[in-house]
């Protein structure tokens, strides 16, 4: 079973998400803000990880700079969640080298689907 973390301070949004994810058969996980989210990642290393941009303590872009730096967790897939679809900001995502995020509002389907092609292309690595 795969273990996904969600990083994500809307409380609704993230519930709703790991819920989803769990009806789905994965083992998913939440934490409140970026600062908790790297706690996780280094307690309990996930399989991918889905994590709001615009957060307090720890912005997103914040934690995937901590989680690059060190070797065991540098590698782990991770996908941005934002609400913003603003040209600089899909630009920056881009440049990070994320080329998978996802748009909220989302669309489950499409969202489960990129979720699970994330997955496979991990594997095959």
Same mark, same amino acid.
């Given at each position: 079973m795969n273990k996904i973390l969600v990083i994500e301070d809307e409380i609704f949004i993230? !519930? %709703? @998400? +790991?819920e989803l994810l769990e009806i789905e058969g994965f083992?998913? @996980?939440?934490? !409140? %803000?970026g600062v908790e989210g790297v706690q996780l990642v280094q307690q309990e290393p996930p399989d991918l990880i889905l994590c709001d941009v615009m957060m307090p303590e720890l912005d997103g872009y914040g934690v995937l700079e901590v989680l690059r730096q060190d *070797?065991?967790?540098a590698k782990i897939p991770f996908m941005f969640l934002t609400a913003s679809a603003d040209r600089s900001n899909i630009q920056k995502i881009r440049e990070l080298g994320i080329h998978d995020? +996802? @748009?909220? *509002?989302f669309n489950v389907d499409k969202f489960l689907d990129v979720i699970s092609n994330r997955l496979a292309e991990q594997k095959k690595a």
């Open positions: 993230r !519930e %709703n @998400l +790991i083992d998913a @996980l939440g934490a !409140e %803000n *070797p065991a967790t995020y +996802i @748009l909220k *509002p």
